[in-house]
C-alpha cells in the first residue's frame, strides 16, 4: 500500500526536488535510489527493520525504504537509543514510534501501513497542502508533528525543505529558496522567530502544535507578520485529532479547533478524550493502567472540554513532563539523577512555568538537606542529562522513604 502509493509519486515527479538539504536537492529519483541502497537490520523481535534516525536524509531514506521494501520502520529521536520492543502486536507492522507522549513512560507504538496513510492523507486534506509548494521542517522529523506534516507528505508529492535547527540565520536562507512555505512549528519556534525577527513573508501556511497555543503569541504573529496561526491538536497514537481552519483569531485560548472529518470523540468518566478514528494504532509493546490504545480507539491523558465537534483544552492528567513542546520522561530523569549521585530517593515531575511556551519546569525533590543542594552537586547529578531534561528547581525531601 504504501510502497504503490509512492511509486505513483515517482512516476510522476521522478525529475522534480523531493528533498532540499543544506548541502543540496535531492530529486524524487534520488531519493528513491538511495533507498533502494539501504540494507535491513536485523532485531530479535522485529526481524529484519529500519531504523530511521539522524538527520533529514537518513530518516526519509530508511522510511521509503520500508515502504518499497514491506518492512517495519522504527523511528527513533536523533538524541535517543533505540528501544528493543517487549512485544508485538499479532497485526503486520509498517511503522514503530518510540515516544514518552503523555503517559510519561516511554514506549514503542504501533502501526500499520493503512493508518499511517490515514493520518497522513486527513493532515493533507484538512491543511491543503495540495495548496503548498514546500513544507519547511526545522523541527524534528522523528516527532509524530513533524514526521506527517512534512517527510511522510512526500506521499502526496510535497516536498519537504529540511533544517538541523530552527535558528533564524538558516530559516531566512530556506525560505529565501521558496515563494510559499509551509511551515509547522511549536510555541517556542514560533516566539523565538517573532522575538529574532525572523521575515515570514514567504509562509503562506503557519501551524502550531505540540503545547497549548496562547492568544498573545497568536495575536502578535498576526500584528507582526500578518500570519494567521493555526491550531493543531493531536497525539501520537492516533494523529491529527482536531484543527483550527478558520482565519479569524481564536477569543479563548483553550480553543483547539474543530475535530477533523472521520475523526470521531467522546469523554470518559474523568473528562480524559476518547478518540476513534482509522488512523489510531496497533497498541503499545507495554501497557499501563488506565491505557486503551487500540483499533479503532484510543483514550488520550487529556482532559477536554468537547462542544458539539469544537474541542477545548482543560489540562494533562498524564506524569509527562512537556518542555517547549518536547515530552520527557520523569523516570528516566530521575534514574539518571539517581545512577549519578548514588541516592535512591529521586522524585522528578513537571510544574507549570512561568513561560507559557515553555509549559512546564522539571523539578527534582530528592532525598538530602537543603544545605547540600549546592550548584556544584547540581552540576555533578546533572551530568548524564540533556540540556533539556536539567532540573529547573530542586527540592529537599521532607521525609526520605
Same mark, same amino acid.
Given at each position: 500500500?504504501? #510502497?504503490?502509493?509512492?511509486?505513483? +509519486?515517482?512516476?510522476?515527479?521522478?525529475?522534480?526536488?523531493?528533498?532540499?538539504?543544506?548541502?543540496?536537492?535531492?530529486?524524487?529519483? !534520488?531519493?528513491?535510489?538511495?533507498?533502494?541502497?539501504?540494507?535491513?537490520?536485523?532485531? !530479535?523481535?522485529?526481524?529484519?527493520?529500519?531504523? #530511521?534516525?539522524?538527520?533529514? +536524509?537518513?530518516?526519509?531514506?530508511?522510511?521509503?525504504?520500508?515502504?518499497?521494501?514491506?518492512?517495519?520502520?522504527?523511528?527513533?529521536?536523533?538524541?535517543?537509543?533505540?528501544?528493543?520492543?517487549?512485544?508485538?502486536?499479532?497485526?503486520?507492522?509498517?511503522?514503530?514510534?518510540?515516544?514518552?507522549?503523555?503517559?510519561?513512560?516511554?514506549?514503542? @507504538?504501533?502501526?500499520?501501513?493503512?493508518?499511517?496513510?490515514?493520518?497522513?492523507?486527513?493532515?493533507?486534506?484538512?491543511?491543503?497542502?495540495?495548496?503548498?509548494?514546500?513544507?519547511?521542517?526545522?523541527?524534528?522529523?522523528?516527532?509524530?508533528?513533524?514526521?506527517?506534516?512534512?517527510?511522510? @507528505?512526500?506521499?502526496?508529492?510535497?516536498?519537504?525543505?529540511?533544517?538541523?535547527?530552527?535558528?533564524?540565520?538558516?530559516?531566512?536562507?530556506?525560505?529565501?529558496?521558496?515563494?510559499?512555505?509551509?511551515?509547522?512549528?511549536?510555541?517556542?519556534?514560533?516566539?523565538?522567530?517573532?522575538?529574532?525577527?525572523?521575515?515570514?513573508?514567504?509562509?503562506?501556511?503557519? *501551524?502550531?502544535?505540540?503545547?497549548?497555543?496562547?492568544?498573545?503569541?497568536?495575536?502578535?504573529?498576526?500584528?507582526?507578520?500578518?500570519?494567521?496561526?493555526?491550531?493543531?491538536?493531536?497525539?501520537?497514537?492516533?494523529?491529527?485529532?482536531?484543527?483550527?481552519?478558520?482565519?479569524?483569531?481564536?477569543?479563548?485560548?483553550?480553543?483547539?479547533?474543530?475535530?477533523?472529518?472521520?475523526? @470521531?470523540?467522546?469523554?470518559?468518566?474523568?473528562?480524559?478524550?476518547?478518540?476513534?478514528?482509522?488512523?489510531?494504532?496497533?497498541?503499545?509493546?507495554?501497557?499501563?493502567?488506565?491505557?486503551?490504545?487500540?483499533?479503532?480507539?484510543?483514550?488520550?491523558?487529556?482532559? +477536554?472540554?468537547?462542544?458539539?465537534?469544537?474541542?477545548?483544552?482543560?489540562?494533562?492528567?498524564?506524569?509527562?513532563?512537556? *518542555?517547549?513542546?518536547?515530552?520527557?520522561?520523569?523516570?528516566?530523569? #530521575?534514574?539518571?539523577?539517581?545512577? #549519578?549521585?548514588? +541516592?535512591?530517593?529521586? !522524585?522528578?515531575?513537571?510544574?507549570?512555568?512561568?513561560?507559557?511556551?515553555?509549559?512546564?519546569?522539571?523539578?527534582?525533590?530528592?532525598?538530602?538537606?537543603?544545605?547540600?543542594?549546592?550548584?556544584?552537586?547540581?552540576?555533578?547529578?546533572?551530568?548524564?542529562?540533556?540540556?533539556?531534561?536539567?532540573?529547573?528547581?530542586?527540592?529537599?525531601?521532607?521525609?526520605?522513604?
Amino acid at each position: 500500500m504504501l #510502497a504503490d502509493r509512492w511509486f505513483q +509519486i515517482l512516476n510522476h515527479k521522478a525529475d522534480q526536488p523531493a528533498l532540499w538539504h543544506p548541502g543540496g536537492v535531492l530529486t524524487f529519483q !534520488e531519493l528513491h535510489d538511495l533507498a533502494e541502497k539501504q540494507r535491513p537490520q536485523l532485531c !530479535e523481535r522485529l526481524g529484519p527493520y529500519f531504523l #530511521a534516525q539522524g538527520d533529514g +536524509i537518513s530518516i526519509t531514506c530508511a522510511l521509503l525504504a520500508g515502504m518499497i521494501q514491506g518492512r517495519p520502520v522504527q523511528v527513533v529521536e536523533k538524541d535517543r537509543q533505540r528501544r528493543v520492543p517487549v512485544a508485538l502486536p499479532a497485526e503486520p507492522v509498517a511503522m514503530i514510534k518510540q515516544t514518552v507522549g503523555s503517559s510519561g513512560v516511554r514506549r514503542c @507504538q504501533f502501526f500499520s501501513a493503512t493508518q499511517v496513510l490515514a493520518d497522513v492523507d486527513r493532515l493533507h486534506l484538512a491543511l491543503r497542502l495540495h495548496e503548498q509548494a514546500i513544507a519547511l521542517a526545522p523541527l524534528s522529523v522523528a516527532h509524530s508533528f513533524g514526521l506527517t506534516t512534512t517527510v511522510l @507528505q512526500t506521499l502526496h508529492g510535497l516536498p519537504t525543505h529540511w533544517l538541523p535547527t530552527p535558528f533564524p540565520t538558516g530559516m531566512a536562507e530556506a525560505m529565501a529558496l521558496h515563494e510559499r512555505v509551509f511551515l509547522p512549528g511549536v510555541p517556542a519556534m514560533w516566539r523565538a522567530w517573532l522575538v529574532a525577527g525572523l521575515s515570514l513573508d514567504r509562509v503562506s501556511l503557519a *501551524v502550531c502544535a505540540g503545547s497549548p497555543l496562547t492568544l498573545d503569541l497568536e495575536s502578535r504573529l498576526r500584528e507582526v507578520c500578518h500570519l494567521k496561526l493555526h491550531n493543531l491538536y493531536g497525539t501520537s497514537e492516533c494523529g491529527a485529532i482536531s484543527y483550527d481552519a478558520e482565519d479569524a483569531p481564536r477569543s479563548i485560548a483553550a480553543d483547539m479547533g474543530c475535530l477533523l472529518p472521520g475523526v @470521531q470523540a467522546q469523554l470518559g468518566s474523568d473528562g480524559r478524550l476518547a478518540v476513534s478514528s482509522d488512523a489510531v494504532g496497533l497498541g503499545y509493546d507495554e501497557l499501563l493502567p488506565g491505557d486503551l490504545f487500540q483499533p479503532p480507539e484510543h483514550l488520550t491523558w487529556d482532559r +477536554i472540554h468537547l462542544d458539539g465537534q469544537r474541542l477545548f483544552f482543560e489540562c494533562c492528567l498524564g506524569s509527562g513532563i512537556n *518542555v517547549a513542546s518536547r515530552k520527557l520522561s520523569p523516570v528516566e530523569i #530521575a534514574a539518571k539523577i539517581a545512577a #549519578a549521585t548514588g +541516592i535512591a530517593a529521586v !522524585e522528578v515531575f513537571g510544574s507549570p512555568s512561568r513561560d507559557p511556551e515553555r509549559v512546564q519546569d522539571i523539578v527534582c525533590r530528592i532525598g538530602l538537606p537543603a544545605t547540600e543542594l549546592t550548584q556544584s552537586f547540581k552540576a555533578a547529578a546533572c551530568a548524564a542529562l540533556a540540556p533539556w531534561e536539567v532540573p529547573r528547581r530542586w527540592e529537599a525531601m521532607n521525609r526520605v522513604p
